[in-house]
C-alpha cells in the first residue's frame, strides 16, 4: 500500500517546471493520491497531469486563478464531481515581486497580497467546509517562506504575505483540530525553481553569493519540498498541526 492510497488532493500553480508545485503534484500521485493540478497556465498544468499519467497515475488539469473566489468554487465543484471530496489542499501558487520600499507601487503590494494570501483564505475556507461535510479529516499545506519568519531585503510585500500565510494556518489548525482537519506551513529557503531562475537573470553575481552564504553551501532541490508535503499529508503526520516546516539547508538557522 502506498502512503496516500484513496486520497484525493488539489495542487495549486502546479504548471512550473521546475516547480515546487509540479513536483508535489508529482510527489503525492506516486503515493497513490489523485491529483488536481491548477494553474492560470493551462497548457503547463495540462502537460504536469499528462506526465503523471503516463507514469500511471491520477491526475486531472484545471484553469485557476488563485486570487478569484469564483475560479475555487468551479475547481472544487469539478473535483467533488470527479472524485467524490477533497482531503488534501495544497496552497502552492504564488508571486514574488522583489522591490525595495522606494520602488515598491500600491499594484505591486495589492498583487503580492491577494495571489499569496487572499487565495489562501479562500481555498482554505472552502477545502474545510468540504471536509467537515466529508467527514474524514484532511491536511492542508501552505507554501510560506522563509520571508515569512526573517527579513530578507525587497521583499516587504511578500514576506507580509507569507507571515500572514503562517498565522492564518495556524489560527485555523486550532479551529478544525477536532475535526481532524490539520494545517501547516512550508517555509522553503532557497529551492532551484522557475521562481528562482528568474531572480537570478535579475543579479546573478548577487544571486549566487546568497546561495554560497546557505550552510549547505547550494540551493534545495523541488522535490525536497514535495516530501515535506507528502509528509505532513500523510498518516505519519498525523500529530503535527498549527506548525511550520523549515526547509532551507540552514539558512535560517544562523
Ligand atoms: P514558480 O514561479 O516556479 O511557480 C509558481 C506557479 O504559480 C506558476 O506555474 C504560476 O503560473 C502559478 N501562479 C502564479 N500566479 C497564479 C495565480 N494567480 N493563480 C494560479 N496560479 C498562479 O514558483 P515556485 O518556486 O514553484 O514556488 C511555489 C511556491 O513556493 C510559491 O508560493 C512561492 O512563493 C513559494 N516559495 C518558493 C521558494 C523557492 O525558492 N522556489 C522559496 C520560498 C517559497
Known amino acids: 500500500t502506498k502512503r496516500l492510497d484513496g ?3 488539489l495542487i495549486t500553480g502546479g504548471a512550473s517546471v521546475p516547480g515546487l508545485g ?3 503534484a508529482q510527489r503525492l500521485a506516486e503515493e497513490g493520491a489523485k491529483v488536481c493540478v491548477t494553474d492560470i497556465d493551462l497548457d503547463g498544468a495540462e502537460a504536469v497531469a499528462k506526465a503523471i499519467r503516463d507514469a500511471g497515475g491520477t491526475a486531472m488539469a484545471l484553469k485557476q486563478d488563485v486570487a478569484e473566489e469564483a ?3 468551479s475547481v ?3 473535483i467533488a464531481q470527479e472524485w467524490g471530496s477533497l482531503d488534501i489542499l495544497v496552497n502552492n501558487a504564488g508571486i514574488a515581486v522583489l522591490r525595495p520600499i522606494e520602488n515598491l507601487t500600491s499594484a505591486d503590494w495589492n498583487k503580492q497580497l491577494t495571489v499569496n494570501l487572499d487565495s489562501v483564505f479562500f481555498g482554505t475556507r472552502r477545502a474545510v467546509e468540504i471536509m467537515r461535510k466529508a467527514g474524514k479529516g484532511g491536511s492542508i499545506v501552505n507554501l510560506s517562506s522563509v520571508a515569512g519568519l526573517v527579513g530578507v531585503p525587497a521583499c516587504s510585500a511578500y514576506a507580509a504575505a507569507k507571515a500572514g500565510v503562517r498565522m492564518f494556518g495556524k489560527t485555523i489548525a486550532i479551529e478544525c483540530a477536532r475535526d481532524n482537519i490539520r494545517v501547516n506551513s512550508i517555509h522553503p529557503g532557497m529551492i532551484d525553481t522557475n521562481m528562482q ?3 537570478r537573470s535579475d543579479n546573478a553575481e548577487f544571486f549566487d553569493q546568497v546561495v554560497d552564504s546557505i550552510p549547505m553551501g547550494r540551493m534545495g ?3 525536497d519540498i514535495a516530501n515535506a508535503v507528502l ?3 500523510c498518516d505519519e503526520g498525523r500529530y503535527v498541526t498549527g506548525t511550520e516546516l523549515v526547509v532551507d539547508g540552514g539558512m535560517t538557522a544562523q
Do not use: E, G, Y
Open 7 to 9: 486520497k484525493i488532493a
Open 22 to 24: 509540479s513536483a508535489t
Open 71 to 73: 475560479d475555487w468554487d
Open 76 to 78: 472544487l465543484d469539478r
Open 197 to 199: 531562475n528568474v531572480a
Open 221 to 223: 532541490d523541488p522535490v
Open 231 to 233: 509528509f505532513l499529508s
